[in-house]
């Protein structure tokens, strides 16, 4: 079994079985169906020709003069009504069995769901499209997580900064779920900050800080996770006002907004980083 991909106008003179699949995107899925459909019949030998990106009638009637009327069947996933029938039609003139892929589901769909089908092409290549970015956005934010490697700053849709258990980790993996490529940066008083976070622009940056009092709760719960002893300087109030402290300077060297975690779920932070990021360019 093989596939042949037309130029449009291509006229194919065969004696042997030929399938065309008449699509308005790629056609994978159609040629998906006629090969699963072909195992069941002479060991699935059969040519597949893919007519794809059909937009038009003018299209569909390229597609129709390429086939061998006595040799050929047309197995299609239009979603437009008008250029299905138009297929239906011309297919029909011609002598073609032709054979429609979507519409008995789409219909079935149609009642399940209590709404009509959109009827628009390519919209399974856009929700591909979205999961591809959405992979990438996760993979991003792992590799640039916790200031690994300060050069992806500039890449990044998005950077976090704030001192250590202000969620940047959580954070940046939720906003990744959703398409946003995160970096972020713990603030540390004996480490001076990555220069990048100073050259990117301001509005890509937001700061993450927290109360006093709700700090020393969170880190004495992870020493104590950690099995580590709670009364250590990480969780003593000493440091963390020194921590916050130095932060706000840098935050505030950097103009960027910032944002009181202290007591906001992950989703509620996410949702005003969003609204933040979407403010500060203009959208």
Not at 22 to 37: M, N
Not at 64 to 84: F, Q, R, W
Not at 109 to 117: G, L, N, T, V
Not at 216 to 241: D, H, T
Request: glycine share 4%.
């Amino acid at each position: 079994m093989f596939t042949r991909i037309l130029i449009k106008g291509e006229k194919v003179i065969t004696r042997q079985k030929v399938v065309h699949v008449v699509s308005d995107s790629v056609g994978e899925t159609a040629e998906l169906v006629v090969k699963a459909v072909a195992s069941q019949f002479n060991g699935g030998h059969v040519e597949i020709n893919r007519h794809s990106f059909i937009e038009s009638t003018q299209d569909i009637d390229e597609a129709i003069n390429s086939v061998d009327e006595l040799n050929s069947l047309i197995a299609y996933t239009l979603v437009i009504p008008e250029l299905k029938e138009y297929l239906d039609r011309r297919s029909a003139e011609k002598g073609i069995f032709s054979v429609d892929l979507l519409s008995p589901l789409l219909h079935v769909f149609e009642d399940f769901f209590k709404q009509e089908a959109k009827h628009q092409p390519k919209l399974i290549r856009r929700m591909d499209e979205a999961y591809f970015k959405k992979i990438e956005a996760i993979e991003f934010s792992v590799k640039y997580d916790d200031g690994k490697d300060p050069r992806g700053l500039k890449w990044a849709d998005l950077v976090l900064i704030g001192v250590s258990r202000t969620s940047k980790t959580p954070l940046a993996m939720y906003l990744a779920h959703h398409g946003y490529r995160v970096a972020n940066v713990p603030i540390v008083p004996e480490v001076a900050p990555p220069k990048e976070i100073f050259e990117i622009p301001r509005s890509k940056c937001v700061g993450l800080t927290i109360s006093p009092e709700k700090l020393n709760e969170v880190r004495k719960e992870r020493l104590k996770s950690m099995g580590l002893n709670a009364e250590s300087n990480y969780a003593s109030m000493e440091r963390i006002f020194e921590e916050l402290d130095y932060a706000d300077r840098i935050m505030k060297r950097i103009g960027c907004p910032i944002i009181d975690v202290s007591n906001k779920a992950i989703e509620e932070t996410a949702n005003l980083i969003i609204h933040t990021l979407k403010r500060g360019r203009g959208l």
